[in-house]
């Protein structure tokens, strides 16, 4: 049992080294589509990478929880499609599996009543028949493992194959006590203290009964062992179903702030046995989970439909990007977004999911010399908005006729930076080349000198810009113009940044 224990602080100590790069988030981005005709709603959301992952999605229906497998979109990006719910919140949580962890948002209990329903509980594993260290003690090999919570409970349930859970060999005298157990981490404040709990049903008479217990340091025994509050349990359809008060566990001086900032417990179940004098065997345990105590809720809504803006196309003679603005009034992400060009439809990309907020889209196609192009957009699949731009009224970069100066740059659009190329007069002495917003605001310069040409003793330059103002704050994404001088002649040309 010490051994376990330790490698079970190793690893949380790997993880909680890392929550700040992965702040312990499974789900990111979690977002929903609008009502669909078919009285549905799409969810998508990017998990993290890991081998053999499974992603499950569950909503509440009013009178149970519903699954439903979410299927890979495209990248890490999956998707689930569940029934609509009008004129009431939509409440869902998700389930992550993968070979070494499971990472769940478990069920809230919502009338609280101990013992509750087996079903009401999320289920978190099935763990493998067979492999117990006692096999004679088949009531010790876990079969599988479920987990839950309330306002003022932890709830846990384990099965096994018999479905009875006895709490010792029997007899007068018992050579062996039987105990089934929930391990309860805290990830961010092991580190500090090496201290974990657990929900312990079991009784060895004087000795340890039942109940809630803190564990102090890396090893299990009676000495490090210290009881800090009550047990609930009951066996329920062959299931042991146990619950601590939540209020007890959080409030102890070691288990530290909760909520915590990821709002997320480790959690696994385990049988164990134990003989006089002092001597703990572990017999078997469960897949550890990450439990997020969360919720994705869906307020309901009257669906408006989105808007477009800043509709654009650069045609450079060999291909095409083509970007717009998607803006929803109630968060929703589209099911369609694709520009049409020459009656062929293109899906367009977007690397922002924050749709409460105006989101990019865009795409580079192997068009060109296209009359015109239509973006469409619907976040129901079947309410469309479009707008159509023809080829020439978005961003060109055919020469505007002012002289023979060189001014380009690339790439645009462009994110986070551009290189500006341009030449100037051979007989020039001052050059000023300088960004501008669509007001006519300067934004920064980048040039400006009475002496370029001649301190130079070239013709030809280039200049990078990294979306910053003369402060050096980033920009917004748009379009802006950026426009040279050399001597007594000028050239302006527009370049697109995207975010």
Same mark, same amino acid.
């Given at each position: 049992?010490?051994?376990?224990?330790?490698?079970?602080?190793?690893?949380?100590?790997?993880?909680?080294?890392?929550?700040?790069?992965?702040?312990?988030?499974?789900?990111?981005?979690?977002?929903?589509?609008?009502?669909?005709?078919?009285?549905?709603?799409?969810?998508?959301?990017?998990?993290?990478?890991?081998?053999?992952?499974?992603?499950?999605?569950?909503?509440?229906?009013?009178?149970?929880?519903?699954?439903?497998?979410?299927?890979?979109?495209?990248?890490?990006?999956?998707?689930?499609?569940?029934?609509?719910?009008?004129?009431?919140?939509?409440?869902?949580?998700?389930?992550?599996?993968?070979?070494?962890?499971?990472?769940?948002?478990?069920?809230?209990?919502?009338?609280?009543?101990?013992?509750?329903?087996?079903?009401?509980?999320?289920?978190?594993?099935?763990?493998?028949?067979?492999?117990?260290?006692?096999?004679?003690?088949?009531?010790?090999?876990?079969?599988?493992?479920?987990?839950?919570?309330?306002?003022?409970?932890?709830?846990?349930?384990?099965?096994?194959?018999?479905?009875?859970?006895?709490?010792?060999?029997?007899?007068?005298?018992?050579?062996?006590?039987?105990?089934?157990?929930?391990?309860?981490?805290?990830?961010?404040?092991?580190?500090?203290?090496?201290?974990?709990?657990?929900?312990?049903?079991?009784?060895?008479?004087?000795?340890?009964?039942?109940?809630?217990?803190?564990?102090?340091?890396?090893?299990?025994?009676?000495?490090?062992?210290?009881?800090?509050?009550?047990?609930?349990?009951?066996?329920?359809?062959?299931?042991?179903?146990?619950?601590?008060?939540?209020?007890?566990?959080?409030?102890?001086?070691?288990?530290?702030?909760?909520?915590?900032?990821?709002?997320?417990?480790?959690?696994?179940?385990?049988?164990?046995?134990?003989?006089?004098?002092?001597?703990?065997?572990?017999?078997?345990?469960?897949?550890?989970?990450?439990?997020?105590?969360?919720?994705?809720?869906?307020?309901?809504?009257?669906?408006?439909?989105?808007?477009?803006?800043?509709?654009?196309?650069?045609?450079?003679?060999?291909?095409?990007?083509?970007?717009?603005?998607?803006?929803?009034?109630?968060?929703?992400?589209?099911?369609?977004?694709?520009?049409?060009?020459?009656?062929?439809?293109?899906?367009?990309?977007?690397?922002?999911?924050?749709?409460?907020?105006?989101?990019?889209?865009?795409?580079?196609?192997?068009?060109?010399?296209?009359?015109?192009?239509?973006?469409?957009?619907?976040?129901?699949?079947?309410? /469309? *908005? %479009?707008?159509? #731009?023809? @080829?020439?009224? !978005?961003?060109?970069?055919?020469? +505007?006729?002012?002289? =023979?100066?060189?001014?380009?740059?690339?790439?645009?659009?462009?994110?986070?930076?551009?290189?500006?190329?341009?030449?100037?007069?051979?007989?020039?002495? /001052? *050059? %000023?080349?300088? #960004?501008? @917003?669509?007001? !006519?605001?300067?934004?920064?310069? +980048?040039?400006?000198? =009475?002496?370029?040409?001649?301190?130079?003793?070239?013709?030809?330059?280039?200049?990078?810009?990294?979306?910053?103002?003369?402060?050096?704050?980033?920009?917004?994404?748009?379009?802006?113009?950026?426009?040279?001088?050399?001597?007594?002649?000028?050239?302006?040309?527009?370049?697109?940044?995207?975010?």
């Amino acid at each position: 049992m010490k051994k376990y224990i330790l490698f079970c602080l190793i690893l949380i100590g790997f993880i909680s080294a890392h929550s700040q790069i992965i702040d312990l988030s499974i789900w990111n981005n979690i977002r929903n589509s609008s009502y669909t005709i078919d009285d549905s709603m799409h969810i998508r959301c990017e998990t993290i990478e890991l081998p053999n992952i499974e992603t499950e999605l569950f909503y509440f229906d009013g009178d149970q929880w519903q699954g439903t497998e979410m299927e890979l979109y495209n990248g890490l990006t999956y998707e689930g499609v569940i029934p609509a719910i009008y004129g009431g919140a939509q409440t869902c949580r998700f389930r992550t599996e993968a070979d070494t962890l499971v990472g769940m948002m478990p069920a809230l209990i919502l009338d609280d009543i101990f013992p509750p329903e087996a079903e009401e509980l999320s289920f978190v594993a099935d763990d493998v028949i067979g492999d117990n260290l006692d096999p004679e003690n088949t009531n010790l090999d876990i079969t599988g493992n479920y987990f839950g919570y309330s306002d003022s409970r932890f709830y846990s349930a384990i099965t096994n194959d018999p479905g009875t859970y006895p709490l010792n060999s029997g007899g007068l005298i018992p050579s062996s006590f039987y105990f089934y157990i929930t391990l309860i981490i805290n990830p961010e404040s092991v580190l500090l203290d090496s201290v974990g709990y657990a929900m312990i049903y079991g009784n060895v008479p004087i000795f340890l009964p039942q109940g809630l217990y803190r564990i102090n340091g890396t090893e299990i025994s009676l000495e490090t062992l210290q009881q800090i509050g009550d047990l609930e349990a009951q066996v329920v359809d062959n299931t042991l179903i146990m619950a601590c008060d939540l209020e007890t566990l959080v409030n102890d001086e070691y288990f530290g702030d909760w909520p915590s900032l990821s709002n997320s417990l480790i959690v696994e179940m385990a049988t164990a046995t134990f003989s006089l004098p002092d001597v703990f065997l572990l017999t078997d345990y469960a897949k550890f989970s990450l439990q997020f105590i969360d919720q994705y809720v869906i307020e309901p809504f009257a669906n408006v439909l989105p808007e477009l803006s800043d509709c654009l196309a650069v045609d450079n003679g060999v291909s095409s990007t083509f970007s717009c603005t998607y803006f929803d009034e109630n968060g929703n992400f589209p099911l369609i977004n694709e520009v049409e060009v020459e009656g062929s439809s293109y899906e367009l990309s977007s690397i922002m999911f924050d749709y409460t907020e105006p989101v990019g889209f865009f795409t580079e196609l192997p068009v060109s010399g296209w009359q015109e192009a239509t973006f469409r957009f619907s976040d129901n699949g079947y309410e /469309f *908005v %479009e707008e159509s #731009i023809q @080829n020439g009224t !978005g961003i060109t970069n055919d020469p +505007l006729p002012m002289n =023979n100066l060189q001014l380009s740059n690339y790439p645009n659009p462009f994110n986070p930076a551009t290189t500006i190329s341009f030449s100037v007069t051979q007989t020039s002495s /001052f *050059v %000023e080349l300088v #960004i501008y @917003n669509l007001k !006519g605001q300067e934004v920064k310069t +980048l040039v400006c000198s =009475n002496s370029f040409a001649a301190a130079s003793k070239k013709l030809t330059h280039s200049i990078t810009w990294n979306g910053t103002d003369q402060t050096g704050k980033t920009v917004s994404s748009g379009i802006y113009l950026y426009k040279l001088k050399s001597g007594n002649f000028e050239k302006t040309r527009k370049m697109l940044l995207m975010k």
